[in-house]
């Protein structure tokens, strides 16, 4: 059974912080390391949008313009797990934050393209 879990979310005032993790499990990610995981977040009443991602082989990041300098993602392949480290935390960043996972290596920034989702962690900043 693949599954991924996200945890981290919590309530944090403006300008603090939260790293939020995705847990991957599942004969799927039995080559985790190969695996392009990213992260999506949706706001009440807004579209789920792309925030960043991993590519595999290799780790490369990428991120949204709207996150870019304040958050970084790592990966831990020994242990199938997936990093969102957020900082300088505006309100706007208020959202349900889902990590997917796509079954190559390569990075996309469009939902659809991803194959598996965590059920999603609630993030909520404060002003």
């Known amino acids: 059974q693949v599954q991924l879990v996200e945890s981290g979310g919590g309530l944090v005032q403006a300008g603090g912080s939260l790293r939020l993790s995705c847990a991957a499990s599942?004969?799927?990610?039995?080559?985790?390391?190969?695996?392009?995981m990213g992260w999506f977040r949706q706001a009440p009443g807004k579209e789920r949008e792309f925030v960043g991602g991993?590519?595999?082989?290799?780790?490369?990041?990428y991120y949204a313009d709207s996150v870019k300098g304040r958050v970084t993602i790592s990966r831990d392949n020994a242990n199938n797990t997936v990093y969102l480290q957020m900082n300088s935390l505006k309100p706007e960043d208020t959202a349900v934050y889902y990590c997917?996972?796509?079954?190559?290596?390569?990075?996309?920034?469009?939902?659809?393209?991803?194959?598996?989702w965590g059920q999603g962690t609630q993030v909520t900043v404060s002003s």
């Open positions: 997917a996972a796509v079954l190559g290596s390569i990075l996309y920034t469009q939902s659809g393209r991803y194959d598996y």
């Open positions: 991993i590519r595999g082989r290799g780790g490369s990041t």
């Open positions: 599942g004969r799927t990610f039995s080559t985790f390391s190969s695996v392009a």
